[in-house]
């Protein structure tokens, strides 16, 4: 095994499952032991004009781009086609929405950076995690936009449905194969190795709240009520509750 | 029919001093937390001003509450279901930190730390938020007794300037103290889209699930009395809570009510049909809102509502707290309360009975006989209070409602004044505003007299429930939680 093979072997295979590992088991453990944390740690008391101006760009913009890498990584050529999007059609709509995309965020987060930056009130806010997940942002925004602006803006478009697309599956499938990147350029590279640290980072910071999306407001009941648990009055020590402090022998000393 | 137990307050604000007392031991209680030093969850406002935050009662510009469609049902006036989430982005109608005030302390060690120097050290004002020096232009009382009020700054004064502004020995002013209303119907609860916000179902409290609560702030700008507040340290919504650990679970009445000086405040247990709110709440005309509410607290000593309590697992001592209850007296046998703002149509259940203020001039100079009984009552037309400033607070604008509260007060002060003078027991006054004579006395028994245990009548929380309680425990816990350490990174207080 040369050292390039190495390299390859380390972003484009193991790096990809231990992002995944970690984004699966960190949104588990956050979900079970830091549900008062999970939170969009709104700052709009602190601040409004700004952030009604950028944060709606920004989430629209990052929502179309999520949406746009779904279609373009997980569902196959074949299929698109199979249902009558031929490739031209196609080329031109993710041109289009990705363009549309790029151009939202990058206004909405020079906005939301801007406030952040400039208002002594948001800034405190910031914590250094926050800190670390906005750079990794910007760092992968900028090279998406460097992609659209290089590869489909100026030049014929780069289409990585036949390669990056094909490599992706097969991590999913548990199949990854690195030859599938063969000829794939750098800029490209460089925005999937850093999607993998971004994920991996994922379920520890504030973009839990992507999961949170309450969709089932549009049909629950306006007020909600809750009623106690009807549950029977346990003594102290034996409820399970409790037992899991301390010495679980603790009641069965003999006398 | 379904029968449910609801807590209530009344406030009799004629014996509001404006001491803040209730205010300040609520905030040391619960809002002495880092991100809610700005929040107030009981505040006193002197009324006319614009209140806290900033103007809270224009609902053209906040848009909190319910409003009815064309077709006469309950909508959220700031929008469906579906514009919330499309504008959960970003909530256009959240007041700001400076609509409510910039919480600030003082930097202390100056006072310590300073050289020798020829003057004496100052501890000058710093944010709380920054930590930076800042000019104190607004606080949480900044009107306190009129200070600095324009007319033009209080939403219910509309069309009254003139009034208002007055002249100048016939100012007036009185106090409206605040605290969450833990509405029948509440638009906070009906506007948070991540289900957190609830209110219980054996005690109608309205509390926010601090765990399931994921920032969206919808049911901060969706309350037309702005009494849920967001935490920005914790990133969540904070309200008060009824003082509910104490009230509901051991028969204390809430710490704004325990320490108040005037005594002003009533607790008691209201029963009410949960299927008929909506109905309640969908009445056409706003100035019939008072009425159809009042008509909803069912009667404890109607056996077939007793009945269907039962049925329905009221325990029997809550039945029995129903029965004996001041708050039912007050809002719906002695009809002297009044809601705020019925017109929002969230269906308050914190009651108050209106001011009675002095005359413009005195009874025998407006040509009034203070002899009598039934000539006393038009001078409650000439009291200094607007009767319409007053309708425009506490019942949609209808004074008709005010006028008989006030003429009712008026009776009992009359008719217990004679009875103490004269030892004559005047029937007549009582039938002039529709009531008994015992009816008056148990007023005057109710608003002068009673002890303690007659004003707070709060059942305990049944041992058999012990469990329950037990799992509703989860305290307002996580990093920067009430008791908790502040979240790390989260700077304040920085020193200079």
């Not at chain 1, 760009?57 to 746009?68: D, E, K, Q, S």
């Amino acid at each position: 095994m040369n050292t390039k093979n190495a390299w390859e072997l380390l972003l484009f295979v193991i790096l990809p499952y231990v992002s995944l590992t970690i984004f699966l088991l960190g949104h588990i453990w956050r979900y079970r032991f830091d549900q008062f944390g999970w939170t969009s740690r709104s700052t709009q008391l602190y601040e409004k004009k700004l952030l009604l101006l950028g944060s709606p760009l920004f989430h629209y913009g990052t929502l179309l781009a999520i949406g746009g890498h779904a279609l373009g990584l997980l569902i196959p050529a074949s299929w698109t086609e199979a249902i009558g999007l031929t490739e031209r059609p196609y080329n031109l709509l993710a041109e289009v929405a990705g363009t549309t995309s790029v151009v939202l965020i990058i206004i909405g987060l020079v906005v939301l950076t801007v406030r952040r930056a400039a208002r002594d009130r948001v800034r405190q806010a910031t914590t250094k995690l926050d800190l670390a997940a906005f750079s990794i942002l910007w760092v992968m925004i900028l090279l998406g936009f460097g992609q659209t602006v290089i590869f489909n803006l100026l030049g014929p478009g780069y289409d990585y449905r036949p390669t990056i697309s094909v490599w992706m599956r097969g991590i999913f499938s548990l199949q990854p194969d690195v030859a599938d990147l063969s000829g794939v350029p750098t800029l490209y590279m460089v925005h999937i190795t850093m999607a993998w640290v971004y994920l991996a980072l994922f379920p520890f910071t504030r973009f839990v709240h992507f999961w949170s999306m309450p969709v089932w407001y549009l049909s629950r009941p306006f007020v909600v009520y809750r009623r106690r648990r009807r549950e029977a009055l346990l003594s102290p020590g034996e409820s399970k509750r409790w037992q899991t402090v301390g010495d679980p022998t603790r009641n069965e000393r003999p006398r | 029919m379904q029968v449910q137990a609801h807590l209530m307050m009344v406030m009799v604000l004629d014996k509001c001093l404006g001491c803040h007392t209730c205010s300040v031991t609520c905030k040391q209680a619960w809002t002495n937390r880092d991100g809610v030093d700005y929040v107030w969850f009981n505040n006193v406002e002197t009324k006319p001003g614009s209140g806290y935050p900033k103007r809270w009662e224009d609902q053209a510009h906040w848009r909190g509450g319910w409003k009815l469609d064309r077709r006469g049902r309950l909508k959220l006036r700031a929008g469906g279901r579906g514009q919330k989430l499309i504008t959960i982005f970003g909530n256009f109608d959240l007041p700001a930190i400076d609509d409510y005030y910039e919480p600030w302390t003082y930097d202390y060690a100056k006072l310590i730390d300073a050289p020798l120097a020829d003057g004496p050290p100052v501890a000058t004002a710093r944010s709380r938020i920054t930590g930076r020096p800042m000019d104190l232009r607004w606080g949480p009382n900044w009107e306190d007794n009129l200070a600095g009020v324009k007319p033009a700054d209080d939403p219910a004064a509309a069309g009254l300037e003139r009034e208002l502004l007055g002249r100048y020995e016939e100012v007036f002013l009185f106090y409206l103290p605040r605290i969450c209303n833990h509405c029948l119907n509440p638009s906070c609860v009906a506007s948070c889209p991540s289900g957190a916000m609830y209110k219980r179902a054996s005690d109608g409290l309205v509390l926010v699930d601090q765990d399931k609560c994921r920032a969206w702030r919808f049911c901060v700008s969706g309350c037309p009395y702005k009494k849920v507040y967001f935490n920005p340290v914790t990133t969540k919504a904070e309200k008060c809570i009824f003082c509910y650990a104490g009230v509901t679970e051991d028969g204390l009445p809430t710490i704004c009510s325990d320490t108040c000086v005037g005594r002003i405040r009533y607790l008691g247990v209201v029963l009410y049909d949960l299927e008929a709110v909506t109905a309640m709440a969908e009445t056409a005309e706003e100035a019939d809102l008072v009425e159809a509410q009042r008509q909803s607290l069912l009667d404890p000593h109607n056996p077939m509502v007793v009945k269907q309590a039962e049925k329905n697992n009221i325990p029997y001592d809550w039945i029995e707290a129903a029965r004996r209850s001041p708050v039912y007296a007050l809002a719906k046998d002695l009809r002297v309360a009044l809601p705020l703002h019925p017109e929002y149509r969230t269906l308050p259940m914190v009651w108050y009975v209106p001011p009675l203020s002095p005359l413009l001039s005195g009874i025998g100079e407006a040509g009034y006989d203070p002899e009598d009984p039934v000539e006393v009552f038009g001078a409650v037309d000439d009291m200094r209070i607007p009767m319409q400033y007053v309708a425009n607070i506490l019942a949609a604008g209808d004074t008709a409602q005010v006028d008989d509260a006030l003429r009712r007060l008026t009776a009992m002060r009359t008719y217990m004044r004679r009875l103490q003078l004269t030892g004559r027991r005047e029937v007549a006054l009582a039938q002039a505003v529709d009531m008994r004579a015992e009816q008056l006395e148990q007023m005057y028994r109710l608003l002068a007299v009673a002890s303690r245990e007659d004003r707070y009548v709060i059942p305990k929380a049944r041992f058999e429930a012990g469990a329950a309680l037990q799992s509703q425990f989860r305290g307002a816990g996580g990093r920067g939680g009430a008791g908790r350490s502040p979240r790390r990174g989260h700077r304040r207080e920085r020193r200079p």
